[in-house]
C-alpha cells in the first residue's frame, strides 16, 4: 500500500513492535501500511462514523489482517480499553477536537503519542506541556498546497513550553525546519498583507483586527529569530 506524503509521516513515527490504535481511522490506512511493512504486530482501528468504519473493515479485509486488525465504532477511545495498544495515532483533525478527543481519553491514553492536527497546534502541544507527555520528534511537510506538522510524544516528566515553542514547536524551531520557515515567510507576506489592506480603516472591529496581525507579526519575526542564530 502507498501512503499520501502526510500519512507516510505519521507512520514512520510510530515506534515498532508496539501494538496501535488509529483514532479516526477513516479509510484504515494507516494500520494496514505498518501491517505490511511488519512493523506494529496488532492494529485497533476505530471511528465514529459508520461509513468510514466499514471502508477500513473492508480494506482490512482486502489485504488478509482480520487476524491481526479489529475495527470499532468508537467517539475517540470511548470503546478502547486501557492497555490495548502501546501507541495512539489521531489526525485528520483540527486541533480543538483533538485536544477534546485526549481529554476525554485521558485515563486510557498509552504512553505515546503520534499527533497531526490540521489547525490550532498550540492547543495540542500545550495539552502535551499540561499532561507532561514529552515531544521528542516533530516533522511538517507541505503536500497540495496545505502544511501539515506531526508531533510524536511520549509519557514523562514534566517541562515548559514557551509561547513561540507552543505555536511553532520547540523541535521545529531547534531544528530550523525548512518547511516551517518556508511557512513564517509565507504568514509574514499574508499577515502583512492584511494589514496593509485594513490601515485606512477605523472602524472597532478593523483596529481589534489589526491588533491581532500586529501580534501575529511578532510571533512570526519571533519564530524567524531561531534562523538567524543558526
Known amino acids: 500500500m502507498e501512503l499520501s506524503k502526510r500519512l507516510q509521516m505519521i507512520a514512520q513515527m510510530v515506534s515498532e513492535g508496539n501494538r496501535l490504535v488509529d483514532i479516526g481511522t477513516d479509510h484504515g490506512y494507516i494500520p494496514i501500511y505498518l ?13 465514529i462514523g459508520e461509513g468510514p468504519l466499514k471502508r477500513a473493515e473492508d480494506h482490512i479485509k482486502a489485504y488478509c489482517f482480520e487476524s491481526k486488525a479489529v475495527c470499532r465504532l468508537s467517539n475517540g477511545f470511548e470503546k478502547y480499553r486501557s492497555g490495548e495498544a502501546d501507541t495512539a495515532v489521531i489526525a485528520g483533525m483540527g486541533g480543538d477536537l483533538m485536544t477534546k478527543i485526549l ?18 497546534w498550540f492547543k495540542v502541544r500545550g495539552f ?17 498546497g ?12 514534566r517541562y515548559k513550553l514557551t509561547e ?12 530550523n525546519h525548512p ?15 492584511i494589514f496593509k489592506h485594513l490601515m485606512d480603516v477605523d472602524t472597532e472591529s ?25
Not at 501491517?35 to 471511528?47: F, N, R, S, V
Not at 507532561?132 to 497540495?144: A, F, G, R, S, W
Not at 513561540?164 to 531544528?175: D, S, V
Not at 518547511?179 to 498583507?193: A, I, P, R, S, W
Open 35 to 47: 501491517l505490511q511493512k511488519g512493523k506494529i504486530p496488532t492494529a485497533i482501528a476505530m471511528d
Open 103 to 120: 481529554n476525554d481519553g485521558i485515563e486510557k491514553l498509552p504512553d505515546e503519542l503520534i499527533l497531526q492536527p490540521q489547525s490550532e
Open 128 to 144: 502535551l506541556m499540561e499532561h507532561c507527555y514529552e515531544i521528542i520528534q516533530e516533522e511538517m511537510l507541505i503536500e497540495d
Open 146 to 157: 496545505k502544511y501539515y506538522v506531526a508531533i510524536k510524544a511520549k509519557k514523562g516528566v
Open 164 to 175: 513561540l515553542e507552543l505555536i511553532y514547536g520547540p523541535l521545529l524551531l531547534k531544528q
Open 179 to 193: 518547511v516551517l520557515k518556508e511557512y513564517l515567510q509565507n504568514g509574514y507576506h499574508t499577515m502583512k498583507g
Open 206 to 230: 478593523a483596529n481589534r483586527r489589526k491588533a491581532e496581525i500586529e501580534k501575529q507579526i511578532e510571533q512570526i519575526k519571533g519564530a524567524y529569530a531561531y534562523y538567524d542564530q543558526s
